[in-house]
């Protein structure tokens, strides 16, 4: 891929990025799109969808809100890195963990962070509903998810892992207002709050995006997150 074209791509949607920056990305895009099949990552058609709704839709959130001060970042359901690893590239300070179920994607995203020279990127392969019940519990400043789950799913994953005073982004489609609403229930029994959300639409199709910021405000309730499967089955929805 074009380094110069992703970096002019994204100065075009406010996001600055530098020359090594944009040769990370390049390389990454590279890499997803040689390695796709092999690791069953996502669907892409082609480069422009690549760099528009993976690459800046990843990064948008960051640089108009900045990273709510966190030095680490938990990426839940990371699947082909999205949004953790172009965070990361884009903050290259942060500490970086990758939940990943699959062991297939979790030795893709061990390939990626070897070809881009990433550091402090640490693989955690597992269920949230284990980890966030286990040594994950509480434990993080920040946890982000993309194309993971519906909200009221995904607030029992991935509030419970997120420690007081830190921060969950949900990255979201044209039905982030249905679906907070649905899951205005388990959010407030797993110590959520909405603080803020960043609406934006995605060029050149202006597609719409939202990202929900969501503050721990207080410890989720013990019960949660219930045991594996059990949120997606049964989702805890608002009455």
């Known amino acids: 891929m074009d ?15 530098d020359a090594e920056q944009s040769e990370q990305l390049a390389i990454y895009g590279d890499l997803l799109l040689a390695e796709n099949k092999k690791y069953n990552l996502t669907r892409i058609s082609g480069e422009e969808e690549l760099v528009y709704e993976h690459f800046i839709d990843s990064c948008y959130g960051v640089a108009i809100a900045g990273r709510s001060g966190a030095a680490e970042l938990l990426d839940l359901g990371s699947g082909a890195g999205f949004p953790g690893v172009p965070i990361k590239i884009f903050c290259p300070q942060l500490k970086l ?11 893709f995203l061990q390939l990626l962070a070897q070809k881009l020279a990433l550091k402090e990127v640490f693989f955690l ?11 994950g519990r509480e434990a993080y400043a920040w946890v982000t998810a993309r194309a993971v789950a519906p909200l009221m ?12 005073g830190g921060y ?6 044209p039905a982030a207002g249905l679906e907070l609403k649905e899951a205005e229930e388990i959010i407030a029994r797993c110590g959520g709050v909405l603080l803020e959300e960043i609406s934006y639409r995605l060029p050149p199709r202006g597609r719409e995006r939202h990202i929900l910021i969501f503050e721990k405000v207080e410890e989720a309730e013990d019960r949660f997150p219930r045991r594996v499967g059990i949120p997606q089955k049964r989702p805890l929805r608002k009455l």
């Not at 380094?3 to 990025?17: E, P, T």
């Not at 969950?168 to 489609?173: D, L």
């Open 168 to 173: 969950f982004w949900a990255f979201k489609g």
């Open 153 to 164: 799913v995904l607030a029992e994953l991935a509030l419970p892992l997120v420690r007081r």
């Open 97 to 107: 963990y990758l939940l990943e179920a699959s062991r297939k994607k979790i030795a």
């Open 125 to 135: 392969q597992g269920r949230a509903e284990e980890i966030g019940r286990r040594e």
């Open 3 to 17: 380094s110069y074209k992703i970096r002019s791509a994204a100065h075009a949607s406010g996001i600055r990025l």
